[in-house]
């Protein structure tokens, strides 16, 4: 089946630093990949929709210059958090689909905790 | 109102015991729905997925549709601690873009 690997799946960062996460299909190409962000105990909350070879589409009140997304090439898109403070620590998850299926999988999620 | 509605829990329940979990959406244009299992602290793991109305089966897993109602439920049979874990409906009409519940707390105690 189609597996999402999601590294790293946990970083400790100073405030003021950038960090990056990274999102690869691993046994299939995709164009389109989405990024997610989790609080506790809450659901996911799409953050933006990676396109490849195009810019990345955001959600209304996401920070496009804070949340830099690549998507460079067919099986791997980038998170980076730039200028971290501790309020961007959070849960990330990526997802990508197969082309022509209709379910997304997920991958196993980066914790982010910014000092 | 939120378009797409579940009830966080939590939910507790003996081994063994029959679980349902619903949720309801407002959007008519939806198609696809999803049920994801989530364990704590990764990432979400698809359970079933069933497109327009009525009933799929999956082991002890079976998903309903109800698209005259917006009304969607998983149920477990004969379930075990192992089932402990956050699960999510999603749902969507037909581009990538889900919709989440706010997922609902279960607990199977042994």
């Known amino acids: 089946g189609a597996v999402v690997s999601q590294h790293p799946s946990w970083v400790i960062c100073k405030s003021g630093t950038s960090v990056k996460i990274e999102c690869r299909s691993l046994?299939?190409?995709?164009?389109?990949m989405f990024w997610y962000r989790q609080f506790p105990k809450q659901s996911l909350m799409l953050m933006a929709t990676?396109?490849?070879?195009?810019?990345?589409?955001?959600e209304q009140g996401v920070e496009k210059d804070k949340f830099l997304i690549n998507h460079a090439s067919l099986t791997l898109s980038t998170l980076t958090v730039t200028s971290a403070h501790p309020e961007d620590s959070s849960f990330y998850i990526c997802?990508?689909?197969?082309?022509?299926?209709?379910?997304?999988?997920f991958g196993a999620g980066s914790r982010l905790t910014v000092l | 109102q939120k378009e797409v509605e579940q009830d966080p829990g939590p939910l507790s329940v003996p081994e063994g015991a029959i679980v349902s979990l619903n949720c309801t959406y407002s959007?008519?244009?939806?198609?696809?729905f999803m049920w994801y299992r989530q364990y704590s602290r990764k990432g979400p793991e698809l359970l079933m997925y069933?497109?327009?109305?009525g009933n799929k089966e999956d082991g002890r897993f079976t998903a309903q549709v109800d698209k005259s109602s917006k009304y969607i439920s998983l149920f477990i049979r004969d379930s075990q601690p192992s089932d402990s874990a956050t699960y999510l409906c999603?749902?969507?009409?037909?581009?990538?873009?889900?919709?989440f519940g706010t997922g609902t707390r279960l607990k199977v105690l042994a």
């Open positions: 997802s990508a689909g197969q082309s022509g299926a209709n379910v997304l999988t």
């Open positions: 046994d299939f190409q995709a164009t389109t």
């Open positions: 990676s396109n490849e070879g195009s810019k990345a589409t955001y």
């Open positions: 959007n008519s244009a939806f198609q696809y």
């Open positions: 069933t497109y327009s109305s």
């Open positions: 999603a749902m969507f009409s037909g581009t990538y873009k889900y919709i």
